[in-house]
């Protein structure tokens, strides 16, 4: 079965840090898909926040640079996000997606929510 499981989310005080999780299941290999994370907060679109391809290399948007990082484990098959001095502004439901040429995998979502 193909799937891509998040964790980690939950509530968290303003300058306060989350590390997300995407577990894949062994048909895709995070080593060899463009990993990435996206953000979707109420009334909003979906945006893109971080990459991390399958050379390795990070990409991020800019509200998020300095403050998040992406990262892979290859023998647990596992990406992440760490989060660091979040903001109300980074509230939202975070999604993995696995992409390989045509093929295109989505998680669930774990929900993020920055409040005092």
């Known amino acids: 079965q193909v799937q891509l499981v998040e964790s980690g989310g939950g509530l968290v005080q303003p300058g306060g840090s989350l590390r997300l999780s995407c577990a894949a299941s062994?048909?895709?290999?995070?080593?060899?898909?463009?990993m990435n994370w996206y953000r979707q907060a109420p009334g909003k679109q979906r945006e893109l926040v971080a990459t991390?391809?399958?050379?390795?290399?990070?990409n991020y948007v800019d509200s998020v640079k300095g403050r998040f990082t992406a990262s892979r484990d290859s023998a647990k098959n596992t990406v992440y996000l760490q989060m660091n001095s979040l903001k109300t502004e980074d509230t939202a439901v975070y999604y993995c997606n696995g992409l390989r040429g045509l093929w295109s995998y989505w998680g669930q979502g774990t929900q993020v929510t920055v409040s005092s």
């Open positions: 991390i391809t399958r050379d390795g290399s990070t």
């Open positions: 062994a048909s895709i290999i995070v080593s060899i898909y463009d």
